[in-house]
């Protein structure tokens, strides 16, 4: 059974950093394409960071400086680092996961429903 469990998330001033963790169950990390999206109030869900199965990795253009995703195979883990937070980067955050293998990996970025599982999300809230 796939199941994707996130923590990290919290409150936290404009500038500092968090690490969010995505634990995996059900699945190898190293196997199956990951994500991570992010959704406002009253916005869409977007995409912030996909690692492919071989380790090949995008980011949402805007994000791309501040957001690193990685994975521990070992673990069975994937994490999403970022750095110098912004009051915009308020959001639940969303960890996902499939098995298809995609080409390309941009589109998938504003294309969530391609991804056939999701935890339950952890929140990241930001103060001024």
């Known amino acids: 059974q796939v199941q994707l469990v996130e923590s990290g998330g919290g409150s936290v001033q404009a500038g500092g950093s968090l690490r969010l963790s995505c634990a995996i169950s059900?699945?190898?990390?190293?196997?199956?394409?990951m994500a991570w999206f992010r959704q406002a109030p009253g916005k869409e869900r977007e995409g912030v960071a996909i690692i492919r199965r071989d380790g090949i990795t995008t980011y949402a253009d805007a994000l791309r400086d501040r957001f690193l995703i990685s994975r521990d195979n070992a673990k069975n883990t994937l994490y999403l680092q970022i750095a110098s937070l912004k009051p915009e980067d308020n959001a639940m955050y969303y960890c996902a996961a499939d098995p298809s293998w995609w080409n390309s990996l941009r589109p998938l970025l504003v294309n969530p429903s391609s991804f056939t599982y999701w935890g339950q999300g952890t929140q990241v809230t930001v103060s001024s």
């Open positions: 059900g699945f190898r990390a190293d196997e199956w394409s």
